[in-house]
């Protein structure tokens, strides 16, 4: 079972916009999918047509040993459990001394599926920690701005600073999204990010998602880009990028 975090300290970079379009490829594939919200925003609840958490149980409960049949939903394409402010307002809880393997404990107690997903909030806290503990795969979303690369950088050192849990985590590669080709800005931003991967020993995925409005869509209607138009170029970017992981983790 591969657990992949999506993340940068950065906001806005579409770590909810590719974890979601992501989880329903793999799903329309025939892979099996648990994705979690870790983000107190719940933008990734919401877009995938999830129930208000604080009427159903959720992510925080989950971590705190609620068994996954009490907190999972259901879409057409994955299944996921939602986020609410707790993970934010009790977060003392997951910075206690001795809780950095909360997460992981509680995943392994999970069977059955191929992917499981954390879309990740734009922090280092202490929920991110106990992400980047508890996965073996990093994809680090940047949009095609050099501030993305800071952010990139933050999230190299928080792996590192989990290391001693999560020996030889990394970023397994770096995903560009909003790219508008042939700008000038944009073709600096993907060098700088081509540099860092090198540094890192990381790679930039071929496929980057451009800046589309079907995205906009996605986030007014709260779905996935494939129920907006599955023949979009939006989709056609998310179904490449998703070929690609594939392909990446069939060679390790
Ligand atoms: N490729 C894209 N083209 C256009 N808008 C995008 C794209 N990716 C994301 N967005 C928009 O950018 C905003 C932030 O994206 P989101 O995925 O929520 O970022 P994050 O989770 O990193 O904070 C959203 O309004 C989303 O619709
Ligand atoms: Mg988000």
Excluded: W
Excluded at 29 to 46: C, E, R, W
Excluded at 121 to 136: D, E, K, Q, Y
Excluded at 141 to 169: F, K, M
Excluded at 239 to 247: G, I, K, N, P, S
């Amino acid at each position: 079972m591969e657990i992949i975090a999506f993340s940068n300290k950065k906001g806005g970079t579409g770590k909810t916009t590719s974890a979601i379009n992501f989880c329903a490829a793999l799903g329309r594939k025939g892979h099996k999918v648990l994705a979690i919200d870790l983000d107190p925003q719940a933008n990734f609840t919401a877009d995938s047509g999830g129930e208000a958490i604080g009427t159903v149980a959720g992510t925080f409960d989950f971590i705190l040993g609620a068994p996954l049949e009490d907190v999972v939903q259901h879409n057409e394409y994955y299944d996921f459990m939602g986020a609410d402010k707790r993970i934010e307002n009790q977060r003392n809880k997951f910075e206690e001394k001795g809780s950095d393997f909360l997460l992981k404990k509680a995943l392994a107690k999970v069977e059955g599926y191929d992917f499981v997903v954390l879309d990740t909030a734009p922090s280092m806290s202490g929920i991110v920690f106990l992400a980047l503990v508890a996965c073996n795969r990093v994809i680090g979303v940047c949009d095609a701005d050099q501030r993305s690369v800071t952010g990139l950088g933050d999230l190299y050192s928080a792996i590192q600073s989990a290391a001693d849990y999560n020996p030889g985590l990394k970023i397994d590669g770096i995903l560009i999204t909003r790219d508008v080709p042939r700008t000038q800005a944009n073709k600096f931003a993907v060098d700088v990010f081509h540099q860092a991967a090198a540094q890192i020993n990381s790679i930039v995925f071929n496929t980057h998602i451009k800046e589309r409005t079907v995205f906009h869509q996605c986030t007014a209607l709260h779905t996935n880009v494939f129920n907006v138009d599955a023949r979009s170029d939006g989709a056609k970017d998310y179904e490449a990028f998703t070929d690609e992981v594939l392909e990446l983790f069939k060679k390790d």
